[in-house]
């Protein structure tokens, strides 16, 4: 009865082990801002009958089509920059352009919270650096130093050279 209680637990952990891994070897939250940015810019023109009254969206561009594809662009990038990690810097200029693109073409970017998201979101895709795996301790452990009669010659080849001597004469 206690194992099949704790299996759940173990495969519990083992995903939150396997999801934590996967979230460090991308830019995760970079990512994830952009793809709310991108729900946001997409989301503020379709609240226009529900909520806002109509006289304070601003429908321009293409029939007021720019929201739509301005939006989905901002998803697509945070979803891509989650699934190639290598061209990270690439999603995040295209990230802040795309957010810098919705402030003009898309109601202010969403009432000025989709391009400041977007921005954000591209900034954070933009500096995020690969997880680099920490060494162990014996790397980390200082090999002693040599002491004895070859560190001397050492030490008085870089005086000769420093004198303008010739560290051949020795």
Partial sequence: MLL????????????????????WTRPFWGGL??????????????ARS????PDL??????????????????VVNGLMSWAQPAHHSFH???????ALAAFAA????????????????GSLVFAWSPHRPRRGAAALRRRPR??????????ARRWDTVRGGSPAGR
């Fill in 146 to 155: 040599r002491r004895g009669r070859s560190s001397r010659r050492a030490r």
């Fill in 92 to 98: 995040g200029i295209v990230g802040v352009l795309l």
């Fill in 4 to 23: 099949t209680m704790l299996r759940p637990i173990a495969v519990l952990r083992a995903a939150a082990r396997g999801f934590r891994h996967w979230r």
């Fill in 106 to 121: 898309s109601n202010f970017g969403g009432f000025v919270l989709g391009t400041l998201v977007g921005v954000t979101g």
């Fill in 50 to 53: 529900l909520v806002l009254p």
């Fill in 33 to 46: 801002v952009l793809v709310l940015a991108g729900a946001e810019v997409l989301a503020v023109p379709t």
């Fill in 57 to 74: 969206l601003v429908v321009a561009g293409l029939a007021g089509s720019s929201h739509y594809l301005i939006g989905a662009l901002l």
